[in-house]
């Protein structure tokens, strides 16, 4: 029989078929269709995106030309536009606000063809200072309530440049699923006063069943009521409820593990999409310090997700994460 | 500039990009639902391809799994959730945990091999509608289960698989889905404040302001709902204040059947057959036990959110449950109320 479970956090609950899961080799992978034309993050194309707001590069280089390692622009088709007064307002029973917010792209490296886990440490480690660098810029504009990091790869997963690439959106609310996680999170601290997040920690390192690496300063599992098939967690062990705040001493070692898991699904499936999202705490988080801590949440795009999952929030997951776990555990990667 | 928009009964807000809109020819089209089909097991005359059925819409008495019906209800051969066995919560460590009891059933929606529901006639889609009442009554009675989801998944992005044969979807689950939830708690929180239904008054706002009004008719409205998740969304809504969709009488499922069948055709008609899922949100069996509130009967509105797949969500929208949606729905009202649909 399958399971019920319930994310102890969000109390979203999802039925995970432990009867007949779901083997990798059964899950298609579509192939990726990209529009021809000319990448506007390669080298040389720098006058195709708006102006780098933040970068990393050579000595003796000029601005947008050729020479950068990690570069920040602002997204050229912005969701939300960064000039002008926040308007909030009502209209009858609806809420309203105009489209006030920052939309950059960070591009990851000048290589077109090399994902996360094709790059060295040290340049994984420029792209995470680089998302921290934006992060601490953008918090200190006070319209802005919350940054959202969020990496889409592959055009299954809804990405539209092939070229790897970052997006960060400054929002001037909180959204929902995030207030979610802050409130469930704060319940449990109110009560037990412990941070949830670390107690999920601590039965996943005794139980083991979940985890796929590790280090001194990061875990990596698949969480106990996963939405998605192969979906993983990254948490840092030290308590840190903003992702903004990794210290220099923790970077290198998220950088491994971010490149070990992406390696190890390469190597369980053939190249799938993937998105993740850097869930961190809102940028006037008093308060949730002690019992918000971020994580980033990495979902490989394996099935169709049906109108089902998205209008009633109820998830179906084809592989138990104990078994997605030991798939990518035991996989072997150079 | 793009606007930001909240939903008001469950607090979710949506961008809606209104300078960058997209049309509904810039969607593309469709092209991945022409893969082949697999053999069908849902038309008559193959009966014994699926499992023996539940209930049956049979014009004139026949015998079950012979043909001669109308509507079939059937247990998925692949269910997520299986109907035997006593309930068992518990807990592991910090984590909560249940076996996976409930039902899981198809509804055949035609003996014929169409595709999409909106080629039913009328009288067909009321037969529909009665077959989804007598099956949510008759779980009603098994006292493991607390709600039933009724959806549709129409098209292959839509998660409707390759058997092009309309039917409809229904799972019954032991627990309240955390999105009925957050509506039913959004429409309490209004009522305890306001004394009125959130659905009410929103009705009433889209009446009188007309611009994501796309239908009124035979006691129904459809609208394209003022933070769409997604373009071209919409909701279709009873004028009469109902919580639980079993309570309508032959006249309103007949015109719920009028209604859902001219929206699905502009659907179709105006958006070249795009894939599409519906969902039916009614309240949860009202038992007096746990979870239990006196007022639903007052703040709640059933009503069916369809949502036609023309995009794909990204990242961004999994993780924070905001959307962005490039059609404005004012935009998206007025284009399908302008589609011509007989």
Known sequence: MSELRRDPITGRWVIVDTDNPTRPHEYEIEPPVWRPGTCPFCYGNENLTPPEIAVYRDPNTAPNTPGWQVRAVSNKFPALQIEGELDRRGLGMYDLSNGIGAHEVVVETPYHNKDLSDLTNAEVEDILRMLCQRSLDLAKDQRFKYIMIFKNFGPSAGASMEHPHTQM?????VPKNVKEELLGAEEYFDYRERCIFCDVIRQEISEKERIITDNKY?????PYASRFPFEIWIMPKKHNSCFMHLNNEEIPFLAVVLKDIIARLKKVFDTPAYNFIIHTAPLDSNGHTDSYHWHLEFMPKLTRVAGFEWGTGFYVVPTPPEIAAKFLKEVKIE | MAELRKDPIIGRWVIIATERAKRPDQFGSHSEDTMPEKPCPFCEGRESQTPPEIFAVRPKPSPANQPGWDVRVVPSVTPFLKIEGDLD??????YDLTN????????VETNQHIANMADLGEEQLTKV???YINRIVDLEKDERFKYVLIFKNYGLSAGGGRVRHARSQLIATPVNPKRVKEELVGARQYYEYHERCIFCDLIKQEIEQQDRLILDMDGFIVIAPFASRFPFEMWVLPKKHSCDFVKLDM??????????????LKLKKGLND?????????APFRREKTGYWKSIDNDYHWH?????????????????????????PENAAKFLREVDAG
């Open chain 2, 274 to 282: 795009p894939p599409y899922n519906y969902i039916l949100h009614t």
């Open chain 2, 129 to 131: 509608i009665t077959s």
């Open chain 2, 89 to 94: 919560r518990r807990g592991k460590g910090l």
């Open chain 2, 100 to 107: 996976g009891i409930g039902a899981h059933e198809i509804v």
């Open chain 2, 251 to 264: 006249a309103q499922r007949a015109g719920l059947a009028r209604t859902l069948k001219k929206c699905l």
């Open chain 2, 304 to 328: 069916i959110e369809i949502t036609p797949r023309l995009t794909r969500v990204a990242g961004f929208e999994w993780g924070t449950g905001f959307y962005i949606c490039p059609v404005p």
């Open chain 1, 169 to 173: 959106i400054a929002l001037p609310m």
């Open chain 1, 218 to 222: 990061f875990l990596a599992f698949c």
